[in-house]
């Protein structure tokens, strides 16, 4: 009786699976990253009245200050950030809008929706 095997290929399809698999994961991540971030910059968009959402604008740098990045590799998240100093302070003062913008969102849903077009054929 003669054996053959096909390891390289099925090894070949695992390995185009799992890349597929991660560029899914990622575009997942993005999505909600995104997500977030334009509800922080919605939060930040306000008319000049004095506490709570949307916060006012006066020079527009704590909105300009909202930023995100998405990490791959093994630990892959998404981090939505505001690096403006007194970012903490308006925190403080006039409620967490970075956190309001992270309940605003469906985070699954909107995951779902970026890591399923690139997951087809995986």
């Given at each position: 009786?003669?054996?053959?095997?096909?390891?390289?290929?099925?090894?070949?399809?695992?390995?185009s699976?799992?890349?597929?698999?991660?560029?899914?994961?990622?575009?997942?991540?993005?999505?909600?990253?995104?997500?977030?971030?334009?509800?922080?910059?919605?939060?930040l968009s306000?008319?000049?009245?004095?506490?709570?959402?949307p916060v006012a604008?006066?020079?527009?740098?704590?909105?300009r200050?909202?930023?995100?990045?998405?990490v791959?590799g093994?630990?892959?998240?998404?981090d939505?950030?505001?690096?403006?100093v007194?970012?903490?302070?308006?925190?403080n003062s006039?409620?967490?809008f970075?956190?309001?913008?992270?309940?605003k969102?469906?985070?699954?849903?909107?995951?779902?929706?970026g890591?399923?077009?690139?997951?087809?054929?995986?």
């Open positions: 009786m003669k054996l053959t095997s096909n390891a390289k290929q099925i090894a070949a399809r695992f390995l699976r799992a890349k597929g698999t991660q560029r899914a994961v990622l575009a997942g991540l993005t999505a909600v990253a995104v997500a977030i971030n334009k509800e922080q910059v919605e939060n306000g008319s000049g009245e004095k506490g709570g959402f604008v006066r020079s527009g740098h704590l909105r200050s909202a930023d995100m990045e998405v791959g093994a630990n892959p998240h998404a939505v950030i505001n690096t403006a007194y970012a903490a302070k308006i925190h006039n409620g967490p970075l956190e309001d913008a992270r309940k969102v469906n985070m699954k849903k909107v995951f779902a929706s890591f399923s077009p690139k997951f087809k054929g995986a």
